[in-house]
T-cell receptor, first 114, second 112 residues
């Protein structure tokens, strides 16, 4: 079974703080994704990475950056947290060449920015 | 701007009833349409998926109907059970693109 873990289930930060969200997967998947989930908006892609040190912007990258120094680990960075970044953040992975493009999700991190 | 429009936002159904969730898309390049199921406190997980070369796919009590000409697809949950209470997301993608475009989600509540 693929296991995708996220560093925190709940996080409370203050406006202007630098925030790191970490995601680790144990299945040697090439692709990793960061989404934010908001009621009525579904899942929106922030960034994705298709290889170590490779990244591509998703639909809503503003205010975020990412880092992938090792294949199993993908970090989302909020350079200066703002209240409109309060959300649920989900990490996902997928295997290149899989016939179903199935994405495997972590449990999510609920971030509150005060 | 969402590439996949999903409705309704929420629905309540009695145990044993049928839940129906509808999705529509515009991008004719999409060739793979998965549905994800998310329970409270968990990440979404793949439930069932369809490619446009078939009009229907059934797995247990879950059925996807696909209408290529109308660019619409829907999920039917037959004989709905309280354990089916969850949020359901439709999605669409182009094979080998790996990025999914998700709908807004539908929260299904099955009353016992």
């Amino acid at each position: 079974d693929v296991k995708v873990t996220q560093s925190s289930r709940y996080l409370v930060k203050r406006t202007g703080e630098k925030v790191f969200l970490e995601c680790v997967q144990d299945m040697d998947h090439e692709n990793m994704f960061w989404y934010r989930q908001d009621p009525g908006l579904g899942l929106r892609l922030i960034y994705f990475s298709y290889d170590v040190k490779m990244k591509e912007k998703g639909d809503i990258p503003e205010g975020y950056s990412v880092s992938r120094e090792k294949k199993e680990r993908f970090s989302l960075i909020l350079e200066s947290a703002s209240t409109n970044q309060t959300s649920m953040y989900l990490c996902a992975t997928t295997l290149v060449g899989s016939s179903y493009n199935e994405q495997f999700f972590g449990p999510g991190t609920r971030l509150t920015v005060l | 701007q969402q590439q996949v429009k999903q409705s309704p936002q929420s629905l309540i159904v009695q145990k044993g009833g049928i839940s129906i969730i509808n999705c529509a898309y515009e991008n004719t390049a999409f060739d793979y349409f998965p549905w994800y199921q998310q329970f409270p406190g968990k990440g979404p997980a793949l439930l069932i998926a369809i490619r446009p070369d078939v009009s229907e796919k059934k797995e247990g009590r879950f059925t996807i109907s696909f209408n290529k000409s109308a660019k619409q697809f829907s999920l039917h949950i037959m004989d709905s059970q309280p354990g089916d209470s969850a949020t359901y997301f439709c999605a669409a993608t182009v094979t080998n693109d790996y990025k999914l475009s998700f709908g807004a989600g539908t929260t299904v509540t099955v009353r016992a």
